[in-house]
């Protein structure tokens, strides 16, 4: 498995400026080398920023820039934090995790009332799944992206707003990766019905009751 080091440096713009400010106290789970958290801290929304991280040479990027960064599993690390959190993020994380559904849970305790959750995950019901599923008879694993061959859970944005629910949250706004102009237009003829066959990616922004 090989991955371009700029993979774990990405500070996720497209995702960070969904956000509502201020961020406060910021949660990022699966922060890689704290690109995410740089990019927060910038804006001036996060106070603070907490990460978890598997990979002990990329979390010690990050503690560059973080309060701490907790190395390990993402459901045991949760275990040991301590809250309240204003806002937690968890970019492309789930799909790598055993419990998933555990971490959106643990996190909701670490909630401060009024907090922020906002998740991202591909889409594993997108067309080019099921082309290559029926026509080339192959899932298409890949070193990283899409179809990352360590993706251990897949969810359709249905799936990801139920795991967030069912977790304690309430969803604010769902929204995918930008579509091309042609895609818009499919989009715009089939009232947006063909998004989730067309969109790479879903994200999900609840809050905490």
Known sequence: MSRPDWYFHLDRADLVDQLPVPAGRVL?????????????????????????????????????????????????????????????????VLEHLVDPWAALARCAELAAPGARLHVSTP?????????????????????????????????????????VREAGWEIVSTTHTP???????VGRLTG????????YQWQVLARRP
């Open 28 to 92: 990022d789970v699966g922060c890689a080398a704290g690109g995410v958290g740089r990019r927060l801290l910038a804006r001036g929304g996060a106070t603070s920023v907490v990460g978890i991280e598997l990979d002990p040479e990329v979390a010690a990027a990050a503690r560059e820039a973080y309060v701490d960064v907790l190395v390990g599993d993402a459901v045991e690390q949760l275990g040991r934090l301590e809250g309240p959190f204003d806002t937690v993020v968890l970019y492309d």
């Open 179 to 185: 579509l091309s102009l042609p895609r818009r237009i």
């Open 123 to 163: 889409n594993v019901r997108h067309a080019s799944v099921l082309y290559d599923l029926v026509l080339r008879g192959t899932f298409g694993y890949t070193d990283w992206g899409h179809r990352d061959i360590t993706h251990l859970r897949w969810f359709t944005p249905g799936d990801l707003k139920r795991a």
């Open 192 to 199: 947006g019905r063909s998004d989730e066959f067309l969109a």
